[in-house]
């Protein structure tokens, strides 16, 4: 078995495993994925679309996600913006509660140090693996080119519209490398592809 594949089976493996924990919740794992997805993404980047663009799924399984996610509770939808024909799909405060607590604890018992080289490890593998397919980045609107900070607060000159709070550290759809911070396809997720 070549190392090639020997990873490969070893992702399969560890997403089965990871999903596995995640089906206590009640939740399957592209529901789980999905709601993982809104607890970190920032205001614009709620679409169904960029769901999933980011799970490298189809609109329509998607769509029917989250309407489960809603169904149960866990998500509500609404306009996404000036297009009323564009919906956007934010978290209830059961649907935090429950994202919240998905991950709450780490998957292995490992030392910081080693968690620190698997995530380091597993970023340029996603990086990697984006990069082949063509995905998006979908980095933290403070590594975007597009983020600025003046006294007024965190501003987005690509939407031109003022950032609140934490959005700043938020996954973003429109997302384009330029600042300091990694991004997520340099970062721990996968998206797009």
Known sequence: MTAAHEI??????LSRLHGTGRRAAGLNPAQASALDYLARANRFSRTPSAVADYLSATRGTVS???????AKGLAEEGPGGSDRRSRRYDLTPQGRAVADALDATPPVDLPDRQLEDIRDALRLLVKGMIAARGGRSFGLCRSCRHHRTSAQGAHCALLDVPLQGEETTQICQEHEPGGAENTLADGCDAGGG
Not at 8 to 13: I, N, P, Q, Y
Not at 64 to 70: G, M, R, V
Request: aromatic share 0%; no cysteine; proline share 0%.
């Open 8 to 13: 490969a089976s070893l992702l399969d493996r």
């Open 64 to 70: 029917q996600t989250l309407k489960s996610l809603a």
